[in-house]
């Protein structure tokens, strides 16, 4: 403890505006998942694999870690199979979709010496314990790139947002515990900006969500914004405003005032609940590509150098084609592969080794091309019995985020989830 007190110097409390990547390693694609876990460092928030964090000590002198580490959870064999309530996959009364579990345990190690202290520990100092909480609460970098990807051309400052008028109707909306005016809801609810009604949202084609309740009250008053509730936190850019007459989610420059008019601190609140374009971005991203790709067909998956695949980050296929066939170059492979090794680009490297070209086709040459990430998962069988595995295997494949992220950057196509193609990649 007393090592950890004479390094609080290099800790920091993360603000809202402070990128904080938690999801992947900024220079090899490791992530919690992996053998050795994730380290964020505690005084730039960027994130390391067990082979490279070592590299981060050497160059910025920062010791204080938190070690993020995901283990799979063990299903029982006689688990009871839950009946399904909802036409709907992966959700709560749906399917199954047989994706595993993880459980989540997280220290704070300081480096070199990889001395370890458990968290959460009230012996910890109080400043450890606030930034640890601050970057366990905060939305990653890695997915707050991707979700502004998705919405950047879609999401415009509301006309309605600039004159709203609001009714003084004594509403005060409390900082938790609520529930739709019209039925049980507890999710999925919406706060009108015009009279502070309280209403779930639209039910979906599967049966989820609500029970149309806030739209039907635009129907009836022409009120016309509404924020969602469990979206809203400090970083009032990341709440989920939506503009019935304009249908479309949108932005409102006023929306602290509006929100105060309700009595509601939003400094205070935590995220509970998917913005509508988070939910947008999942169903595109996790959509299973297999369904119409070699249907029918038996196809010998491929492991090993050479044989790593990329995932779709949705609408990312051209980058995924193009990149494969790029590494699959001499020349490409010798100099991002063969020539320099990620502990060298890592060096010369800027302070934030995310937005450093160099050091991303780095990273993405050495998941493609080391074999490191293109190892078989296997795929349990839905029609065999439940002790055995089918000899099904895929692999995860890596997903390029960071890369993207540099090559788009400031560029108008790129810079959106919108198709490209492939040519357009070589005119960045």
Not at 53 to 76: A, C, D, R, S
Not at 115 to 141: H, N, Y
Not at 256 to 276: C, N, P, R, V, Y
């Amino acid at each position: 403890m007393e090592l950890l007190r004479s390094n609080l110097s290099r800790v920091r409390i993360p603000e809202p505006t402070n990128r904080i990547y938690k999801h992947e390693c900024c220079i090899t694609f490791d992530t919690p998942k992996s053998e050795g876990g994730l380290f964020v460092d505690m005084n730039t928030f960027l994130a390391f694999g067990r082979d490279c964090v070592g590299w981060n000590v050497e160059k910025t002198g920062n010791p204080v870690y938190l070690h993020i580490k995901q283990t799979k959870k063990l299903v029982p064999e006689d688990r009871p199979l839950k009946k399904p309530t909802l036409l709907a996959i992966g959700v709560d009364g749906g399917f199954d979709n047989h994706e595993p579990e993880y459980d989540e345990t997280y220290s704070i190690v300081i480096l070199p010496d990889y001395v370890t202290l458990p968290f959460p520990s009230v012996e910890l100092p109080e400043k450890v314990r606030l930034a640890v909480d601050a970057i366990l609460m905060a939305e990653g970098a890695e997915r707050k790139e991707q979700l502004a990807s998705w919405t950047a051309d879609n999401k415009q400052i509301s006309q309605y947002a600039l004159n709203l008028q609001q009714i003084d109707n004594g509403v005060v909306v409390p900082p938790s515990g609520w529930r739709c005016a019209k039925c049980d809801k507890t999710d999925n609810l919406w706060l009108n900006l015009t009279d502070g009604m309280i209403l779930c949202g639209r039910k979906n084609w599967d049966g989820t969500g609500g029970n149309n309740h806030a739209v039907g009250h635009y129907n009836d008053t022409g009120y016309p914004l509404a924020v969602k509730l469990g979206t809203i936190t400090s970083d009032l850019e990341g709440a989920d405003v939506f503009s019935y007459p304009e249908d479309e989610s949108v932005s409102d420059p006023h929306l602290a005032q509006h929100l105060a008019f309700f009595g509601i601190d939003f400094s205070s609140l935590q995220k509970t609940e998917m913005t509508t374009a988070e939910r947008e971005l999942d169903q595109n991203t996790n959509f299973d590509w297999n369904r119409i790709q070699e249907s029918g067909q038996e196809v010998e998956p491929l492991f090993g150098p050479g044989f790593t695949g990329l995932v779709n980050l949705g609408n990312s296929c051209y980058l995924a084609a193009t990149m494969q066939i790029v590494f699959s170059t001499r020349s490409f492979c010798s100099r991002y592969y063969m020539n320099q090794s990620l502990k060298e680009a890592f060096d010369i490297a800027p302070a934030d080794p995310t937005v450093d070209l160099n050091t991303q086709l780095m990273k993405l040459a050495h998941g493609l091309l080391s074999g490191k990430y293109s190892v078989p998962t296997p795929v349990k069988d839905e029609n065999a019995n439940a002790t055995n595995l089918t000899s099904n295997v895929k692999q995860e494949g890596i997903p390029p985020r960071m890369f993207k992220a540099v090559i788009a950057a400031s560029h108008p196509e790129f810079s959106t989830m919108r198709q490209q193609v492939c040519l357009m990649v070589f005119k960045v």
